[in-house]
């Protein structure tokens, strides 16, 4: 009986063929198990799909009872068919009553078959069904025959996810590929999306390239491509910028062991071997790789997945001839689905199109956040394993208030959400006609706010949310999206618009603040064990005086004839506020000397957000014209809590007695010397933040457009002295006061 079988190629040959016939999708899952038995000689063979409500369904068979067909069930772990699906790894036995396991299911008649072998249908790791071939005899299937029931249970995976099913399903007991799921993390950025999911690694295989048309050159393609990976990764470790030893050496380490490793690139030929593509064959063996290791208790092991998925990634990239990059069509209402992501990856994509960002691996002042936020799109982090849990074009729903994410939402959800957005746009209009209302508390108190910016398309929210200017220009973003180092000219280009955008108010440019996760892809980067205290901000611009020089020539030119306020950011000592004065008069006498126009007026500040500047506030203010607090990062070095690392990001309150006899330190201080100061970052732009700073005395906000209105509406509905009273219990160590501010900010009113 082995040696008949007919082999994988052979069935696969076949498989595609009745794939393509225009026939009803239970005609073609009816001829694939036919074609399935008679390759590979059993007498049974029958395909089970995991249902939404978890149960298993028999959709077709050959050789049991065709009336059993859509009428038997098992729950999942019931049966041998239901320990295939909850352990995703065959079954292959000679006596199936035997074992304990079996459940005997009269309808079928099938408890004349002995031989028994089961296959999980698996596509990302998530199982999807069962596919199963029985025989009288008692018999062990091979390996061969194993290998080949789960190549072809491949095929049944992708018209599984196709939705193709769905057609013949019952109400309420459609596949489980196209359940409902929900889902809550973390809210990162305000707002609701209702889109279409865009996988940020998408997974590259489609139906019509699984299957080879030539086994031997696929084999060749598959080698050639694993030992260019290789390449790539002993390049990578042999950079100078590499370290000889830390954590991050042993990580590239491990990742290049994978690589290495003999049994993972065997079996990808031995798949290829079998009729798939080179794709396929990775995909194969990483779906089973992560079905495994997703039920692994070992959490080490399931840490491990990432580096296996970002290397059979990298693999399928090379193999296809495709960078990773953003897709090149989405839909109008996209949804980014992301494992993690620079903040320069975010911005690759077409923003008039990106709804929501759904991110594993992000805090609420992650760089990634901060540009999600500052272009508006509703985001959510932390929800464990989502890209394995969509599918591209998923209907999906972000809701970035409460950090809630629906997959594939039933209509009921979907209607629910389509109101909420109707009510948050009516909200919206009721800020827009606070726009030119001045930002002036009951007790006549006025509060500038300004806002965040960093590309043209943030200009129009000047005029649009009735802001008091720009308080933060992030320079770098210009950079993260050029492919090449942005020339002096179009560096003056830039920074001409956003001060004409701007008219009579007044914009603060932040100088280049690149380094930690904000890579600039044409600059050779330097690998550090805590980048977020390396080489990066003005310690970069300082050590690499043409960049910065070039930087403030560009904005010198852009303002002539108006004023122009410069800070530099992460001033850790009050030397190098000294030193980047020094460039700066070092320009504008070069400028002077060759006949161009000065602007009319220059000011300069310091960004503070390294700590030790607070030991160093009297002596820094003479020195500035203006401060900014970056309340982000210097939250972030005061508690030593990295802001992108999702277990210690929020284990401190920003609003705590630290915190607040910190900022209350630097407001006194600024008040003093009589030098402005402002807040920049994401304390600001929550209402019982901003309560707590406009308390202590804060009179500047910067913060992202969307935040404007809502703290508008809540200052012309507050009397400081409230806030005030507050925030000083805190200060004291009374920490109820927090509980005040929070009543304070959620009690406002529209007026």
């Not at 009735?466 to 942005?486: C, D, H, K, W, Y």
């Not at 600059?523 to 020089?549: C, K, M, Q, S």
Request: proline share 5%; aromatic share 4%; net charge negative.
């Amino acid at each position: 009986m082995r040696g008949a079988f007919g082999g994988p190629r052979v069935l696969l040959r076949r498989l595609r063929e009745v794939m393509a016939e225009p026939v009803t999708a239970q005609d073609k899952l009816d001829r694939i198990v036919v074609l399935i038995a008679a390759n590979m000689v059993a007498e049974v063979c029958s395909t089970y799909v995991l249902r939404v409500d978890g149960e298993l369904e028999l959709y077709a068979t050959e050789g049991l009872n065709p009336q059993a067909v859509h009428q038997t069930t098992l729950g999942r772990g019931e049966g041998l068919v239901g320990l295939v699906a909850s352990a995703a790894e065959p079954l292959n036995i000679s006596d199936a009553q035997n074992h304990p396991a079996f459940s005997y299911k009269p309808e079928t008649g099938e408890e004349i078959y002995h031989s028994f072998l089961g296959v999980p249908i698996l596509r990302a790791g998530n199982t999807l069904g069962v596919l199963v071939v029985q025989n009288k005899a008692h018999r062990t299937y091979s390996e061969e025959e194993v290998e080949a029931l789960q190549t072809t249970a491949m095929v049944l995976a992708e018209m599984i996810a196709s939705g193709e099913l769905t057609s013949i399903a019952r109400p309420g007991a459609e596949p489980a590929v196209t359940r409902p799921l929900h889902a809550t993390g973390v809210p990162l950025a305000e707002g609701i999306a209702l889109g279409y999911a865009v996988l940020h690694e998408p997974r590259t295989l489609a139906t019509e390239n699984l299957i080879a048309e030539d086994v031997t050159k696929e084999v060749a393609r598959l080698d050639e491509s694993v030992d260019k990976l290789r390449v790539q990764l002993d390049e990578l470790l042999s950079q100078d910028g590499v370290a000889p030893a830390g954590e991050h050496r042993d990580v590239l380490e491990a990742f290049r062991m994978f690589a290495h490793d003999r049994g993972w690139v065997r079996r990808m030929r031995e798949a290829v071997l079998q009729g798939l593509t080179a794709e396929a064959a990775v995909e194969r063996v990483q779906s089973d790789t992560r079905a495994r290791m997703l039920r692994a208790t070992d959490p080490y092991i399931r840490e491990r997945l990432h580096d296996l998925d970002d290397l059979a990634n990298r693999l399928l990239r090379i193999l296809t001839g495709r960078e990773h990059g953003p897709v090149a069509e989405m839909p109008d209402n996209a949804i980014l689905v992301a494992r993690s992501m620079a903040p320069a990856a975010l911005l690759d994509y077409d923003r008039t199109k990106l709804r929501g960002l759904i991110i594993e691996e992000a805090g609420p002042t992650s760089h990634v956040t901060i540009i999600a936020r500052a272009l508006g799109i509703a985001s959510v982090a932390q929800i464990q394993n989502i890209v394995s849990m969509v599918e591209a074009g998923d209907a999906l729903i972000v809701d970035g208030g409460t950090g809630d994410v629906h997959v594939r939402p039933p209509v009921d959800v979907q209607k629910s959400y389509a109101d909420k957005v109707k009510l948050r746009a009516r909200r919206q209009a009721q800020y827009q006609k606070l726009r030119d209302k001045p930002a002036i508390t009951k007790d006549g108190t006025t509060i500038s706010l300004m806002l965040n910016g960093g590309l043209l398309v943030d200009l129009p929210y000047v005029e649009e949310t009735g802001a008091s200017g720009i308080g933060l220009f992030r320079t770098e973003l210009q950079f993260m999206v050029s492919p090449t180092l942005p020339r002096a000219g179009e560096q003056e280009e830039l920074y001409r618009s956003v001060l004409d955008a701007a008219g009579d108010k007044p914009v603060i440019f932040r100088t280049l603040d690149i380094g930690g996760d904000k890579v600039l892809p044409y600059l050779r980067t330097v690998e550090e064990e805590n980048p977020a205290l390396g080489w990066r901000a003005i310690r970069f611009g300082l050590d690499r005086p043409g960049l910065l020089r070039s930087q403030v020539r560009a904005l010198a030119r852009a303002a002539a004839g108006r004023t122009l306020r410069v800070m530099f950011p992460m001033i850790a000592a009050v030397n190098e506020i000294e030193e980047a004065r020094t460039i700066v008069e070092r320009e504008l006498t070069h400028l002077r000397k060759w006949g161009h126009q000065l602007p009319e007026r220059m000011m300069l500040g310091a960004m503070l957000e390294v700590p030790s500047l607070l030991f160093e506030l009297d002596e820094l203010l003479k020195h500035v014209d203006f401060i900014s607090i970056g309340s982000n990062d210097l939250i972030q070095f005061m508690y030593a809590a990295d802001r992108g690392n999702s277990r210690v990001a929020d284990r401190f309150d920003p609003i705590s007695p630290a915190m607040m006899r910190a900022f209350k330190l630097i407001i006194d201080s600024a008040n003093k010397a009589g030098k402005p100061a402002t807040v920049c970052g994401e304390l600001a732009a929550r209402p019982a933040g901003a309560l707590a700073l406009i308390g202590l005395g804060f009179r500047h906000l910067s913060v992202s457009p969307v935040s404007i209105g809502p703290l508008k509406a809540m200052i012309r509905d507050i009397n400081i002295k409230d806030a005030e009273a507050a925030v000083m219990r805190i200060v004291e160590g009374d920490e109820s006061g927090r509980d005040t501010l929070t009543q304070i900010a959620e009690s406002i009113k529209l007026s």
